[in-house]
Every structure is written in C-alpha cells, then in structure tokens.
C-alpha cells in the first residue's frame, strides 16, 4: 500500500487560509468517506484534527476543515495562527480494512 | 478520561528480542481496535497493525506482518508490540493508539500514547 500523497510543504501569512492535499486512490481516498487528519507539533505525539472526510471531534478549533472530491481530500485551515505551525499527515481507510497515512505536510506560519 | 500510557525508551542491540507495552485506561478495553504506529527519525507516521481485545482479532500492514507481533491482555487492559530479532531500522518512535470507526477495524486514530522510543544499535 502506498503512502498517499501531499504537499511537502505548505506556507501561509497569520490570517490567511490555506489548503492542505491529500491523493490517493480508488481503493482507499476514492472509495470510502473515511478519511483523517492529523495535527504535529515537534517532539509531540500526533492529535487527531477531523475525521470521516470534514467532521471535527470535540475540542478542534472550528478553524480547521475537510473536504474531498474524488480521490482527493483537503484539509483547510483558515485565519491562520502561530500555533498552527506544524506537521500535518492524512490517512484513508483502504479496501484491505487497513489504514495508510499521507506523507506529511509542514506548515510554515510567515 | 481515555489514556494510553505506553512504556519507557529502550536501547537495544541487533538481533535481540523486544516488547513494548501500552496501558488504556478510561473506556472498554474490550470494545475497540487498538494499535501501532511507527514513526522513524526525520519522517512520516505509517499504520502497522491492530488488535481487537474482545476476540484477538489481528490486522497487519503488509509492510509489518512478518516484521513485529501485536497482541493484548484484557485482564490488565494493556496492548504490546514485539520483536523476535531487532534491527538497525527498527530504530524509531512508536505510537500507541485506540482506532475507532464503523468500518472493520475501524477509521481513525481518536487517543494517542505519548510515544516509546526504540534505538537499536551496536
């Protein structure tokens, strides 16, 4: 199973929006709305940001949304903060009933 | 409060043996898929395996299935990921986590242990 694809990187002004891709495939981001993300900071263990392509669990800043089209989801964060700045990582459910990951974006807050 | 507290760094040489641990706390240990993901220096999360505590119903990511066994004790609410011969490249961070979801083995990764380092080296 390969690692879906993301942005190396991706760099925004505090306030700005930014949108974060993530491609797969049919067997996984196109077929099935179970797609995540994850939020991490250096030396931190990952936080999980949205689930199931665009709902938020309780406590995640209204801030951050999902979307997907296809076999590519987004993630959007919008109003831009310093404490955005950070790795953030994909996955998808797949047709084998397990889960891939991106491979991870760096967020730079200019 | 869920909590997944998993056991402290290991420095370990080539070729021996290793299992690391993670205590759940907060929820039913039996009712949810639980896992590992590893993270090596410098680079991305990837998905190895779950174990469901309610039956030992296992799944493996091609990529570790002959690599590393997962297995739970449900007496002791506490899940474990293992080595029969460590190497260079097992060096990494590993993550506990609870994987919840209505598809088979679950969609995501709702709780995270705070991470076990693992150094395998001469």
């Known amino acids: 199973q390969s690692a879906l694809t993301q942005p190396a990187s991706v760099s925004g002004s505090l306030g700005q929006s930014i949108t974060i891709s993530c491609t797969g495939t049919s067997s996984d981001v196109g077929a099935y709305d179970y797609v995540s993300w994850y939020q991490q900071h250096p030396a931190k263990a990952p936080k999980l940001l949205i689930f199931d392509v665009r709902n938020r669990p309780s406590g995640v800043s209204y801030r951050f949304s999902g979307s997907k089209s296809g076999n590519t989801a987004s993630l959007t964060i919008s109003g831009l903060q310093v404490e955005d700045e950070a790795d953030y990582y994909c996955?998808?459910?797949?047709?084998?009933?397990?889960?891939?990951f991106g491979i991870g974006t760096k967020v730079t807050v200019l | 409060e869920v909590q997944l507290v998993q056991s402290g760094a290991e420095v370990k040489k080539p070729g021996e043996s290793l299992k690391i641990s993670c205590k759940a706390s907060?929820?039913?240990?039996?009712?949810?898929?639980i896992g590992w993901v590893r993270q090596m220096p410098g680079k991305g999360l990837e998905w190895m395996g779950i174990i469901y505590p309610g039956d030992s119903d296992t799944r493996y990511s091609p990529s570790f299935r002959a690599q590393v066994t997962i297995s739970a004790d449900m007496s002791i609410n506490t899940a474990y990921l293992q080595w029969s011969s460590l190497k260079a490249s097992d060096t990494a961070m590993y993550y506990c986590?609870?994987?919840?979801?209505?598809?088979?083995?679950?969609?995501?990764?709702?709780?995270w242990g705070q991470g076990t380092l693992v150094t395998v080296s001469s």
């Open positions: 907060g929820y039913t240990f039996t009712s949810h898929y």
């Open positions: 986590v609870r994987q919840v979801g209505i598809a088979i083995g679950g969609t995501n990764l709702d709780y």
């Open positions: 996955s998808s459910y797949t047709s084998r009933s397990a889960l891939v």
